[in-house]
């Protein structure tokens, strides 16, 4: 399958990879910002208990040298950790009581 | 919750007698009028950390520092023989700001052979002289000797860079720092590279947010959600192991079981299944032998170490990394926010994964504290109150307005006998 963007294990993923497989926390976040509670429950449902299987898989690459799926499923990964902190923690999309306040990366290690 | 002891005074802020216990007013942090104080007798005077040095990894390497709270920026560069070395940002030419990219406003930074101002074209070398003056013919006794960049005072402890934007400083800054902080050298700041950067415009005075990472008392009713809510204790309340005041700096050390040592239902499902969290990784790399100023209290188990650097640098020391925080004021009810997370660099993806989750943890739990800060701010603007009390888990708090207030005196009674 050509158009397949995450590793073959990790198939029933797929349909979030376009959704989530993004670069930057700033990405990560708008996108968290963005999104229902439903969406990213599915999504968190999903992905969650394959976690630490999905970053045991990225470990059998060094970290500098992540072929391209491997590298798109740490971006997910990411993003699973971004949506982990409205449905494990805050049961909203924002932090309680962040009122108005914004926080930007600006930089950050890659991948 | 453990009870940690107190000094024979009963108390941390009785220890320091000259810190009284009365209630304060926060007029220093709403009055335009004290702001315009602030700058020549803060940050005009005290000795201020722009960067690391890992921010000019070689010859030519430089970053610019906007200090709007001094009308200044300020260039910071790795000089030909390797030093690090600080220039008011402004061409002895005509007055242009030197360096900068798109927008004069914004700090910029990268690699040069010599600084070219944008204007007419006068180029400076990585020490500061002018080497090159476009048709110097056509000038009148111009003798590049006296036309250098303005030197500003830069001095580097642990890896961290200072300036100072005196004529003449006080104090070097080794004798600024003190003792309580440079018994910190040696700590492996050097190797803890891999960084995260934040930043964040806030609706308050920069003392109002250092305020809120300075006590630990809000964080049951502020940050509830760091317990997850099934092993909460509402009610419960937050107690710090040991402060410390040092001069114009102070330390606060949080102490008692590490959250990962506790039953799985203190964590939360991210937490344990990425074995980083709230404080940060459960492992980091060994580092060695800890600086006698690590832990002054010698807390065990000790948790964090929370160095409070006069006037607005601020050092949270974890196990085996570090975050830090800057506030740099942009007007009385305004400040730039700065944070840093530093680790040791990620080997594995698993280590990278134990970074992300503490970075992301970290900005939630922040967003909470700034969210805060705008209606802090009006609500101290509207005069309603102008004393408040504070208690003994607020001390640094109390301490840091003190030596603000200090300092404004200081430099007022300086200049009234000028
Ligand atoms: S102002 Fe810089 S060269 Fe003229
Ligand atoms: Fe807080």
């Known amino acids: 399958m050509t158009d397949r963007l995450l590793p073959a294990g990790f198939a029933e993923l797929e349909p979030f990879a376009g959704t989530w497989c993004l670069a930057t926390e700033t990405e990560r976040y708008a996108r968290r910002m963005a999104s229902s509670m439903e969406e990213m429950r599915t999504f968190y449902d999903a992905f969650f208990p394959r976690l630490e299987e999905a970053v045991a898989h990225c470990d059998t690459f060094p970290l500098d040298a992540l072929p391209e799926d491997a590298r798109r499923l740490l971006q997910l990964v990411y993003s699973l950790v971004m949506v982990s902190m409205s449905i494990e923690i805050f049961h909203q999309p924002k932090a309680v009581d962040a009122a108005d306040a914004e926080i930007e990366r600006v930089r950050e290690p890659v991948p | ?50 960067g690391r040095v890992e921010q000019l990894p070689r010859k030519g390497s430089y970053f610019t520092k906007e200090v709007r709270v001094a009308r200044t920026s300020v260039v910071v560069v790795r000089d030909g023989g390797g030093g690090v070395r600080a220039f008011f940002n402004v061409c002895r030419h005509r007055g242009n700001k030197l360096v900068w990219d798109e927008f004069p406003g914004e700090e910029t930074s990268g690699f040069c052979r010599q600084f070219t101002c944008k204007y007419h074209g006068w180029r400076y070398g990585l020490d500061g002289a002018l080497n090159f003056v476009q048709q110097e013919g056509e000038f009148f006794d111009l003798d590049k000797e006296d036309f250098g960049l303005v030197p500003v005072h830069c001095e580097v402890w642990a890896g961290f860079i200072f300036v100072n934007l005196a004529r003449e400083p006080e104090q070097s800054l080794h004798d600024f720092l003190g003792p309580m902080v440079t018994a910190l050298d040696g700590y492996p700041f050097d190797k803890m590279t891999e960084w995260y950067v934040f930043r964040a415009d806030n609706r308050s005075n920069w003392k109002i947010f250092a305020d809120a990472f300075q006590e630990y008392y809000h964080v049951p009713a502020l940050h509830p959600q760091q317990v997850p809510i099934e092993v909460r204790t509402p009610g419960s309340g937050f107690e710090c192991a040991h402060f410390q005041l040092d001069g114009p700096h102070r330390v606060v050390s949080t102490g008692g079981a590490r959250r990962w040592t506790l039953p799985p239902e203190y964590m939360y499902p991210i937490e344990r299944a990425t074995r980083s969290g709230l404080v940060g990784p459960w492992e980091s790399p060994e580092i060695g032998e800890p600086p006698p100023g690590l832990n002054p209290g010698r807390i065990d188990p000790w948790g964090i170490d929370n160095f409070q650097i006069f006037p607005n640098l601020e050092i949270l020391i974890y196990r085996g990394w570090y975050l830090l925080y800057r506030y740099w004021p942009t007007s009385h009810n305004t400040h730039h926010f700065e944070a840093m997370l530093c680790f040791q660099p990620a080997t594995t993806v698993q280590e990278r994964v134990e970074h992300e989750v503490a970075a992301v943890v970290f900005k939630e739990f922040a967003l909470q504290d700034a969210g805060m800060l705008t209606g802090t701010q009006t609500a101290l603007e509207s005069g309603v109150l102008d004393r408040f009390p504070l208690n003994d888990q607020e001390v640094l708090v109390r301490h840091f307005h003190k030596v603000v207030a200090d300092w404004v005196a200081d430099y007022q009674k300086n200049h009234a006998e000028v």
Do not use: C, Q
């Not at chain 2, 941390?12 to 209630?23: A, K, M």
């Not at chain 2, 007029?27 to 702001?35: A, G, I, L, N, Q």
């Open chain 2, 1 to 50: 919750m453990a009870r940690w002891p107190k000094p024979a005074e009963g108390s941390w802020t009785e220890h320091y007698p000259e810190i009284g216990t009365g209630l304060i007013s926060f007029e220093d942090s709403v009055s335009p009028e004290f702001y315009e104080l602030e700058r020549e007798a803060i940050f005009r005077r005290a000795w201020l950390n722009v």
